[in-house]
């Protein structure tokens, strides 16, 4: 069965650190989301992309993020300048008829010192 | 406000014994509705949606839901529990037209022998 998959499952960084977080989304999929789940909080979505653009983003998605798909399969998200409160577990997510119905990730847990 | 409540944090339950998970929201409109589950390391799995039609639905894993309009809710349950369906569940919705989901906090199931 067709899966999403993230690279790393566990990174830790620097304050102030670039880190780039991947995600090989389920091949036939056209809509992509990024969400993530601070230890003991909800599930918050990031930010949604499709047809090559972001579609919707989050308050929480500001300026030191960014997504990208740089090739046909992989889905990336970029924090620019890792912050203390950036440590959480990010999900990437896709979804094949952007109805709702998506299919997540196992997720990378992000741990910023 | 817009909101989705799982009134219950944590629920314990016996093997063989009957699982019941509250689920309501609060929106203009009715959403679509899902449940995901999350097991100890792993990502969310989708186990059921709701987005019209019968108002109970199967899902995998031996799990059904309820739709009740009158009482905004979406009732996840099981019959009868297995030891492996101890993890943490998330009710979820989407508003139609904007496909990012909205999670509740999420009801932890522990399975006791």
């Known amino acids: 069965e067709p899966e999403v998959t993230q690279t790393p499952s566990h990174q830790v960084t620097q304050m102030g650190q670039e880190v780039i977080l991947r995600c090989v989304p389920i091949?036939?999929?056209?809509?992509f989301y990024w969400y993530r789940q601070i230890l003991g909080q909800k599930v918050e979505f990031l930010v949604s992309?499709?047809?090559?653009?972001?579609?919707?983003k989050s308050e929480i998605f500001d300026d030191q993020f960014s997504v990208e798909r740089p090739d046909g399969s992989n889905f990336t998200l970029k924090i620019r300048s890792t912050k203390l409160e950036d440590s959480a577990m990010y999900f990437c997510?896709?979804?094949?008829?952007?109805?709702?119905?998506?299919?997540f990730g196992p997720g990378t847990r992000l741990t910023v010192t | 406000a817009q909101s989705v409540t799982q009134p219950d944090i944590h629920i314990t339950v016996s093997e063989g014994a009957s699982l019941e998970l509250r689920c309501n929201y609060s929106?203009?409109?009715?959403?679509?509705l899902f449940w995901y589950v999350q097991s100890p390391g792993q990502g969310l799995q989708l186990l059921l949606k709701y987005f019209s039609g019968d108002t109970l639905v199967q899902g995998i894993k031996g799990f059904e839901a309820e739709f009740k309009r009158s009482q905004s809710s979406f009732n996840l349950r099981k019959p009868s529990v297995h030891w492996s369906d101890a993890a943490e569940y998330f009710c979820a919705v989407v508003l139609i037209n904007d496909y990012k989901l909205s999670f509740g906090a999420g009801t932890t199931v522990t399975v006791r022998a």
């Open positions: 992309f499709y047809n090559n653009e972001i579609s919707e």
């Open positions: 091949s036939n999929h056209l809509y």
């Open positions: 997510a896709s979804s094949a008829a952007g109805d709702g119905t998506q299919y």
């Open positions: 929106y203009g409109a009715t959403p679509y």
